[in-house]
């Protein structure tokens, strides 16, 4: 079974940045499409970026432009830098696969933007 761990989450001012990774475990991690999602508190969990196996991505509109996913399969990580931060993009952020059955949700990683 893939475990997934996020991490670089933060506190940050509006308009700032900040780099999520999510390092995986597990053989399989890069034959799977693969994304980020989020969820701010008494809302539900959404997807906001995804990349395939071989790099096609795509994005939600409310970040399209701002936030850019990458992976790198030879260290089973995927990336999501993130630019020009708004307070609406406070959430906990997680990774983990798009298609298919769910691997086990990570512990995720809390972004808070504020001034």
């Known amino acids: 079974q893939v475990q997934l761990v996020e991490s670089g989450g933060g506190l940050v001012q509006p308009g700032g940045s900040l780099r999520l990774s999510c390092a995986a475990s597990?053989?399989?991690?890069?034959?799977?499409?693969m994304g980020w999602y989020r969820q701010a508190p008494g809302k539900q969990r959404e997807l906001v970026a995804a990349?395939?196996?071989?790099?096609?991505?795509n994005y939600v509109g409310s970040v399209k432009g701002r936030f850019t996913i990458s992976r790198d399969n030879a260290k089973n990580t995927v990336y999501l830098q993130m630019n020009s931060l708004k307070v609406e993009d406070t959430a906990v952020y997680y990774c983990?696969?798009?298609?298919?059955?769910?691997?086990?949700w990570g512990q995720g990683t809390q972004v808070t933007v504020s001034s």
């Open positions: 597990g053989s399989i991690f890069s034959i799977n499409s």
């Open positions: 990349i395939t196996s071989y790099g096609s991505r």
């Open positions: 983990n696969r798009v298609a298919g059955v769910y691997f086990d």
